[in-house]
């Protein structure tokens, strides 16, 4: 079970951090992504962290790059999300998600099997 956290309404320019905590699995065995949908788009990929094993290998969409940084905590069963220098088109519900796939298929919202519910972002002035 995913639990995501820390959304909210920021004005542009403006920082949150996005917490995701797991339960009931071993965290550390698994690549966790982030996401973010809009009303009538498709999920779109933000940015994953590798487990463990993999040495901590981290993938951004370019959107983001530069902006967001995502890093996890094992010792808490959690994965963060700092996103800065936010713009009105970065408002979306986000998304974290659990995966095994292979590392060079993170991007893709299908190969991800288990969802948080979702955290509201809206940045406006």
């Known amino acids: 079970q995913l639990q995501a956290s820390g959304g909210g309404l920021v004005q542009p320019g403006g920082s949150l951090r996005l917490s995701c905590e797991a339960s009931?699995?071993?965290?550390?065995?698994?690549?966790m992504g982030w996401f973010r949908q809009t009303p009538g788009k498709e999920r779109e990929f933000v940015a994953a962290i590798a487990r463990s094993s993999y040495g901590r290998s981290i993938r951004y969409a370019d959107a983001v790059k530069g902006r967001f940084t995502v890093s996890r905590d094992n010792a808490k069963n959690t994965v963060y999300l700092q996103m800065n220098s936010l713009k009105p088109e970065n408002t979306a519900v986000y998304y974290c998600?659990?995966?095994?796939?292979?590392?060079?298929?993170?991007?893709?919202?299908?190969?991800?099997?288990?969802w948080g519910q979702g955290t509201q972002v809206t940045v406006s002035s």
């Open positions: 998600a659990v995966t095994q796939i292979l590392w060079a298929y993170v991007k893709d919202s299908r190969n991800y099997n288990n």
């Open positions: 009931g699995r071993t965290f550390i065995n698994f690549h």
